[in-house]
């Protein structure tokens, strides 16, 4: 089990290796590595270390948030189809963000309103599912589903009283897009946190899976730690929405495919969807900026073409 | 060893009048079964004593401490229980689903070793379900499942064994094989309680009887004094007649007319 880690470690150093040397100007292995060193051309250096270094990293530590996100939900649910997006929580913290920017507020205040929005969103979400039960799986999906439509009648609307000079930022904004991140640092320490938050507790997060009394009955506190993966699935979701948009089916579609391939042992499945998340993101940003270019697609664009398949096959086989 | 208590206990079935309060002493060596119809409040019981669902009044005591002030996983190492419906959202195999049995005995960081998994092996292979360990639980039959369910049980390996149904969707062979693997636990010195819906089961291998009414009324003794006709008859509304076959009554329901 440490192998598989290993090897998905691997993939994800090829993986920004790749996302480094590839571009508008292809870098040679040889150079990338004089750079590392410290050496290399000047143009060389601020290409790699002042874009596409920060970008890269960005990516990845989006992917790999939203994935251990969407890997958080799913335990927490008991449903393979829980992600952040369909939830409906990047819908808010899209609706915040735009806000700002109608306003005219500055980089910083957009990212704190996303990340208002993706919190108020959660609690709205989880708290109008939760009533007075438990959190079934197909009240909180169609709580999910209507919020997120909502979300979307307040963007529109948005966007129909938006000057239209302002127009291609927010429509980039909404669509999902790394080269909006300014710094890849807020996102990596978060994951990095999380991960080291949530590791010690995998176990727990597969006997949860098996239903609430049953965890209970094999020795889980329950509630704390129901608090715990709602709270940090939140502030993880708030930070990568905040760092590089509405990106969405990231956590839809990794931990997915990871269990088909893993099992669904959490100690594996959490650490594993940071990297395959990661990784993902990191591929295809490198596609989004290198299909058409010089023009660049919003990487969300891509995500939503892997993940809505994704998505109906898993609806339809689950039935 | 441990002995689960309960002291003037009012289970809370929702709709219904308090009932007799239930002062029971369940011991080590004790094979409880619990008997009542649809409704009486056995599942609701079965989690008040698993400290799952919050008792109306009274309380339960395991080893002269009040469950409520327990740690989960402390009761945990001490009291296990087969829920009657189980959810599986998500795919797993037999054996991962028999080593989750070990949770409450490791920390955090440890992962199961070579012991736990010898536990869960011989209690797959004490079920007969230990052919089916890399199989996934999702294509396994309702009595397969249950098997699996109680070996999970086992290989939690707690005093006190709540088991609710436990010959649910078991064959006949099968029904005898966990009802002595049953009486051979609680002759080994743990606690058994059980709800049954087979009054026959109850009669042949369990050592204590607690009958439940739909009232909320209550009566519990050794099973040979509380399996009389007369009280079956007006627990389940049901007219019997009862034969003796291999030392134990059998009760068989016959049509009023």
Known sequence: MTRSLLVLGAISLAALILALAIGSVNIAPSELWAVIQGEGSALHRTLLLDLRLPRTLAAFATGGLLAVAGALMQVLLRNPLADPYVLGLSGGAAVGALLAMLTGMGAFVISGSAFAGAMLAMVLVFGLAHGTGSWTASRLLLTGVVVAAGWGAVITLMLAVTPSYKLPGMLYWLMGDVSYARTPWPALVVLIFAIAVILPLARNLNVLARGPMQAAALGVSVRPLEWTIYVLASLLTATAVTTAGSIGFVGLIVPHMLRLVLGNDQRIILPASALAGGTLLVLADTLARTVIAPEQLPVGVITALLGVPTFLYLLHRSR | ?257
């Open chain 2, 1 to 257: 060893m441990s002995t689960l208590h309960t002291r003037d206990l009012i289970i809370n079935v929702p709709g219904r009048a308090d009932g007799f309060p239930l002062n029971l002493s369940v011991e080590p060596g004790q094979t409880w079964g619990v008997l009542g119809p649809n409704g009486a409040g056995k599942t609701t019981l079965l989690h008040t004593l698993a400290g799952l669902l919050p008792a109306r009044t009274g309380r339960v005591v395991l080893n002269d401490a009040p469950l409520i002030e327990l740690k989960r996983r402390d009761i945990a190492r001490k009291l296990g229980l087969v829920f009657q419906e189980r959810q599986d959202s998500f795919p797993a195999t037999v054996m991962e689903t028999a080593l989750i049995g070990r949770h409450p005995w490791l920390s955090p960081w440890e992962s199961e070793q070579a012991d736990d998994q010898t536990r869960a092996q011989q209690a797959l292979a004490a079920l007969d379900v230990d052919h089916l360990s890399d199989r996934l639980l999702s294509t396994l039959s309702g009595g397969e499942r249950q098997r699996v369910a109680i070996a999970t049980l086992m290989t939690q390996n707690p005093d006190i064994w709540l088991l609710d149904e436990p010959t649910n969707h078991l064959d006949l062979h099968h029904q005898v094989k966990v009802m002595s693997l049953l009486r051979d636990q609680s002759d080994a010195g743990k606690a058994v309680f059980m709800c049954l819906h087979d009054l026959n089961l109850a009669a042949r291998w369990c050592s204590h009887v607690l009958l439940l009414y739909p009232n909320g009324d209550a009566c519990w003794g050794p099973a040979d004094s509380m399996l009389k006709p007369s009280a079956l008859e007006q627990l389940y509304n049901q007219k019997l007649v009862t034969v003796e076959a291999d030392g134990a009554p059998v009760f068989v329901p016959v049509s009023a007319g």
